[in-house]
Nanobody, 127 residues
Framework: QVQLVESGGGLAQAGGSLRLSCAASGRTFSSHATGWFRQAPGKEREFVAA????????TYADSVKGRFTISRDNAKNEVYLQMNSLKPEDTAVYYCAAAATSYSGIYYTTAKQYSYWGQGTQVTVSS
């Protein structure tokens, strides 16, 4: 069982930066691939970024590629999302998710592949 708690959301101006953190409970966090998703009002939850359990492989949605960076620190049981060059269209509730996997190099890009979710943190970008 893994519990996830996001933090770091808030208000930013367009062009600014925010860093989201996701703290995980449980000693098996290093056995989980993790990802970030977001959901804007009136829209479906969408994939943002994912990282393998080892941290060696990452992938991003085209809309954030080159602006966002996902990373993790398994010693601290944390996952991060560094968001630079923010745009108003990045405004959403951001969710951290985790999925147990036996493979160190795998990541997942669809919500249904994840078993554990945080409660979300609001990110608002003003123009």
């Amino acid at each position: 069982q893994v519990q996830l708690v996001e933090s770091g959301g808030g208000l930013a101006q367009a062009g600014g930066s925010l860093r989201l953190s996701c703290a995980a409970s449980g000693r098996t966090f290093s056995s989980h691939a993790t990802g970030w998703f977001r959901q804007a009002p009136g829209k479906e939850r969408e994939f943002v970024a994912a990282i393998s359990r080892s941290g060696g492989r990452t992938t991003y949605a085209d809309s954030v590629k080159g602006r966002f960076t996902i990373s993790r620190d398994n010693a601290k049981n944390e996952v991060y999302l560094q968001m630079n060059s923010l745009k108003p269209e990045d405004t959403a509730v951001y969710y951290c998710a985790a999925a147990a996997t036996s493979y160190s190099g795998i990541y997942y890009t669809t919500a249904k592949q994840y078993s554990y979710w945080g409660q979300g943190t609001q990110v608002t970008v003003s123009s």
